[in-house]
């Protein structure tokens, strides 16, 4: 694979990733609800930089999530026209395995074995477990939806090698991580995506545009008024 670009909208931050050859170009950016409005400028401005066009690359690679949902319509949507028009490949890459490589990459491990975790909101978390050996990631745990409360229960029984995400110091005072060793920095950055996307690309997991669909693991996006009354009752009780 000789070009690819790669992208991630589904959390806080936009992250973009060109790889041509062995150069790679990068661009971070605010998301959230910015990124349906910014993310093909700055998709376009970015290949620009690299020199390169939609036609000349190999294949599109970005991350299904899960994550917030306005911003995995928003990647979908682009991934989907852009390699449409184009006529290129699309490569899905679970938005948490982008933060695992991440946060292996940066400490630079050759072996590890890793729960990614991403806010839900809603006093909830993404969770995935992985496992990194011989240059391969495997899913361990596929990722899903759970309580800070449940995610502890798994770990007392299994206790983690490592964890990963800036979910780690929103949920400090919850998470019971033992002796695990922490990489709260880790983001599910784009330039993470590209080592993934050979990988995929190799493996033959190319789909075709119409394919490029969102991972959601959680069906519900909103707490009703009487579950924020009951949230904000019990936060106050364990304050008092």
């Avoid at 949920?171 to 983001?187: N, V």
């Amino acid at each position: 694979m000789h070009a690819v670009l790669a992208f991630d909208t589904a959390t806080e931050q936009m992250s973009l990733a060109v790889a041509v050859a062995d150069r790679v170009w990068t661009h971070d950016a605010a998301g959230g609800t910015q990124a349906s409005a910014t993310l093909i400028p700055a998709i376009l401005a970015l290949l620009a930089e690299a020199g390169t066009g939609l036609a000349e690359l190999d294949a599109i690679a970005f991350g299904r999530g899960p994550g917030a949902f306005t911003g995995l319509r928003t990647a979908c949507s682009v991934v989907q026209g852009l390699a449409f028009g184009a006529g290129k490949p699309v490569l899905p890459i679970d938005t948490l395995l982008a933060l695992a490589e991440d946060a292996r990459a940066a400490a630079g491990v050759g072996a590890v074995r890793l729960w990614a975790l991403l806010d839900a909101r809603m006093g909830e978390l993404y969770a995935a477990h992985y496992a990194y050996a011989d240059g391969c990631w495997q899913v361990l745990t596929a990722p899903c939806l759970l309580s800070p409360d449940a995610l502890n229960a798994r770990w007392h029984e299994a206790p983690p090698e490592a964890v990963a995400g800036q979910a780690l110091g929103l949920y400090a005072d919850r998470l019971q991580p033992g002796f695990a060793t922490l990489w709260p920095e880790a983001q599910p950055r784009a330039r993470a995506l590209l080592p993934l996307a050979r990988s995929v690309w190799q493996q033959g997991g190319a789909v075709d545009a119409a394919l490029a669909l969102p991972l959601y693991v959680r069906d519900k996006v909103a707490q009703t008024t009487v579950e924020r009354d009951a949230a904000k009752l019990a936060k106050l009780e364990a304050t008092s």
